[in-house]
């Protein structure tokens, strides 16, 4: 059972350009809450506190040991599935809050905006720094991302999380996007893909 879903921010560098940021020196750590989770196939309701939703496609790794990984060797022990997910963004409500200095969990954490896939069984054979995966609107690509171009790797990552929080069975971990992020609209359907990974859709409707 998922009882926390921590997501991190800015992880590629091309990602980081289009977003007019700066390159982080550690880790951007946000969380989503468990009812932000949305099973494949499951219609995606359009918030209706915001107007530019964008999509962005990531790898989500699954956590299967409690404790804490001190080395990028140990974080490899902590991990029992991986798949893909979206952290779903309303830009605008994002962009507003950023310029006032505010807290934009309401443009990240909102209800439906972590899309997810069915986890793939994890064991040694898989090379956590070459995941390629790909994000397309109405069948055509959006986004192209390989795990290799992380800041961070995924058991960096891990260890990072690690020095805050005891990591529990069921925790998820988003692990950041590649460039090509873009809106969504009522009507679109959005498909994550990836040849290790799985392939997953979902449609947006129009808030009810």
Same mark, same amino acid.
């Given at each position: 059972?998922?009882?926390?879903?921590?997501?991190?921010?800015?992880?590629? *560098?091309?990602? +980081?350009?289009?977003?007019?940021?700066? *390159?982080?020196?550690?880790?951007?750590?946000?969380?989503?809450?468990?009812?932000?989770? +949305?099973?494949?196939?499951?219609?995606?309701? @359009?918030?209706?506190?915001?107007?530019?939703?964008?999509?962005?496609?990531?790898?989500? *790794?699954?956590?299967?040991?409690?404790?804490?990984?001190?080395?990028?060797?140990?974080?490899?022990?902590?991990?029992? $599935?991986?798949?893909?997910?979206? &952290?779903?963004?309303?830009?605008?409500?994002?962009?507003?809050?950023?310029?006032?200095?505010?807290?934009?969990?309401?443009?990240?954490?909102?209800?439906?905006?972590?899309?997810?896939?069915?986890?793939?069984?994890?064991?040694?054979?898989?090379?956590?720094?070459?995941?390629?995966?790909?994000?397309?609107?109405? $069948?055509?690509?959006?986004?192209?991302?390989?795990?290799?171009?992380?800041?961070?790797?995924?058991?960096?990552?891990?260890?990072?999380?690690?020095?805050?929080?005891?990591?529990?069975?069921?925790?998820?971990? @988003?692990?950041?996007?590649?460039?090509?992020?873009?809106?969504?609209?009522?009507? &679109?359907?959005?498909? +994550?893909?990836?040849?290790?990974?799985?392939?997953?859709?979902?449609?947006?409707?129009?808030?009810?």
């Amino acid at each position: 059972m998922v009882s926390r879903v921590f997501c991190i921010g800015r992880n590629y *560098v091309e990602h +980081v350009h289009e977003m007019k940021s700066e *390159v982080p020196g550690s880790p951007v750590i946000f969380s989503k809450p468990p009812s932000s989770l +949305v099973k494949p196939g499951e219609k995606i309701y @359009f918030p209706a506190h915001g107007k530019e939703l964008h999509h962005e496609v990531e790898v989500v *790794v699954l956590i299967g040991k409690e404790g804490r990984a001190r080395t990028e060797s140990e974080a490899r022990d902590f991990i029992t $599935g991986l798949t893909l997910g979206l &952290d779903l963004t309303l830009r605008d409500v994002q962009n507003a809050l950023k310029k006032k200095g505010l807290p934009w969990e309401i443009s990240k954490a909102f209800e439906q905006s972590a899309p997810i896939g069915e986890f793939v069984p994890f064991d040694e054979s898989v090379d956590l720094g070459r995941l390629s995966f790909s994000c397309s609107v109405n $069948g055509m690509i959006r986004q192209k991302g390989n795990s290799k171009y992380m800041i961070f790797s995924i058991e960096a990552l891990i260890v990072a999380l690690s020095r805050i929080w005891a990591l529990r069975p069921g925790d998820l971990i @988003f692990t950041g996007t590649p460039p090509g992020v873009g809106p969504l609209s009522p009507g &679109d359907g959005i498909r +994550v893909e990836s040849e290790q990974l799985g392939s997953y859709g979902w449609d947006v409707i129009s808030a009810a």
